[in-house]
């Protein structure tokens, strides 16, 4: 919300988005944007609009999503000992009563973009459409661009496999426990490139998808901004915090060696993939 707060504004389209695998960089790079001048993130990330529609098993968890982010930022004014703004509270009951992840619903999530703002959308559960919500998604984005961040097929899922043991409260003992965590078909899902980036190669060319290899984040932060703010049509910015890792692991989990062999077993023809379709150059930069 940098960019300022219209609360006069009209429902609009967000003019760009980004997508990606979770656990890949996604927070990061709407961390980044929302504090660039020409640019309006809503105040919570991730939407979840496209997913609602056409993810089913998504949509059991989505409501909860909201009210959760609504009390986050309660709480956050809360702690400071202030008062939330009028015009940030009335925001936050329209898009979260009443008939929610409707067409009209998500532009009004973009209502209070400022003139001359570029709304935002960062929601990474958008990169798993299937082929009838990505043909949704040109259609009812026809001018919007697409930054798509892709990790490393097993770093990322040891990733999510971390967290999700950690939001659980489980710690495997012994590495049959270990062997039996890898077989969630979930740590597959989320990273499967091979299916999901052809979908979206299909609808956007080039000027409307950019690919960004995740370990870039780690190695030329700047750099990173410099070519989406090139992509975005946005004018150079100085952000804060650039190299700072967001959500880094601080898990005492330790993912045994032959756990991870076998998760890099199931997901060879996913780095066959990245190499065919990105390069030797951007597969070494997934990491």
């Known amino acids: 919300m940098t960019a300022g707060w219209n609360p006069d504004g009209k429902p609009r389209k967000p003019d760009l988005i980004g997508i990606g ?3 890949a960089g996604t927070t990061w790079l709407s961390q980044m944007l929302a504090q660039h001048p020409q640019v309006w993130s809503p105040p919570f990330k991730e ?10 098993e998504h949509r059991k968890w989505l409501p909860w999503h909201f009210r959760r982010g609504k009390q986050n930022i309660a709480k956050r004014y809360e702690a400071k000992g202030e008062q939330m703004p009028a015009a940030l509270a009335d925001y936050l009951d329209r898009i979260t009563k009443g008939e929610m992840f409707t067409n009209h619903w998500y532009k009004q999530v973009f209502a209070p973009t400022p ?11 958008y990169s798993t459409l299937p082929d009838e919500g990505v043909d949704f998604v040109a259609k009812f984005l026809p001018k919007a661009r697409f930054v798509y961040l892709i990790r ?9 496999l971390k967290m999700n043991l950690t939001r659980a409260g489980r710690k ?5 426990e270990w062997m039996t965590e890898i077989e969630n078909p979930v740590l597959l899902d989320r990273g499967d490139y091979a299916t999901f980036v052809p979908r979206w190669n299909a609808r956007f060319g080039p000027d409307r998808l950019l690919c960004i290899p995740f370990g870039r984040i780690a190695t030329d932060p700047l750099g990173v901004m410099r070519q989406i703010e ?3 049509d946005l004018a150079a910015h100085d952000y804060r915090n650039l190299g700072h890792k967001v959500f880094a692991s601080t898990s005492a989990l330790s993912v045994p060696d032959e756990a991870r062999a076998a998760l890099r077993a199931k997901m060879e023809h996913q780095f066959a993939f990245i190499e065919t379709q990105f390069g030797r150059d951007f597969a070494a930069q997934i990491r």
């Open 115 to 125: 003139d001359g703002a570029k709304p935002l959308d960062v929601t990474p559960e």
């Open 152 to 160: 490393h097929p097993v770093d990322r899922a040891v990733s999510q």
């Open 47 to 56: 939407v979840q609009f496209f997913n609602h529609r056409f993810v089913p």
């Open 21 to 23: 695998a979770q656990k």
């Open 230 to 232: 090139g992509f975005f």
């Open 172 to 176: 495997p003992a012994t590495l049959d």
